[in-house]
Nanobody
Framework: QVRLVESGGGSVQAGGSLRLSCKAS?????MAWFRQFPGQERRGVAA????????QYDDSVEGRFTISRDDATNTIYLQMSRLEPEDTGAYYC??????????????WGQGTQVTVSS
């Protein structure tokens, strides 16, 4: 019913910035970003409500990453600043869940790779 498509991933030097985008084809409520490091389970990054009235960040990114939302286009963004090699991984967009409770998100994007070089 809902399709999510991420874009904006790539390779950047440590200390640099990237902005990820995710557009949903259908109506969703909460939307979020998750990421997966090689050999590890998927982890929450940031989540946002309709109208961006509430946001939630994982401690590992708070102060460096900013999530935003355009409800008119059902698009969320993740502005990533001061990137570190430890941020390298596959980033996934999710919709229709609650906060960073990934088990409750029914809609997921295909993922986009972020690589940060030292």
């Amino acid at each position: 019913q809902v399709r999510l498509v991420e874009s904006g991933g790539g390779s950047v030097q440590a200390g640099g910035s990237l902005r990820l985008s995710c557009k949903a084809s259908g109506s969703v409520v909460w939307m979020a970003w998750f990421r997966q490091f090689p050999g590890q389970e998927r982890r929450g990054v940031a989540a946002i409500t309709p109208g961006a009235t509430i946001t939630q960040y994982d401690d590992s990114v708070e102060g460096r990453f900013t999530i935003s939302r355009d409800d008119a286009t059902n698009t969320i963004y993740l502005q990533m600043s001061r990137l570190e090699p430890e941020d390298t991984g596959a980033y996934y967009c999710a919709g229709g869940g609650y906060r960073l409770q990934q088990g409750g998100y029914p809609y997921w994007g295909q993922g986009t790779q972020v690589t940060v070089s030292s």
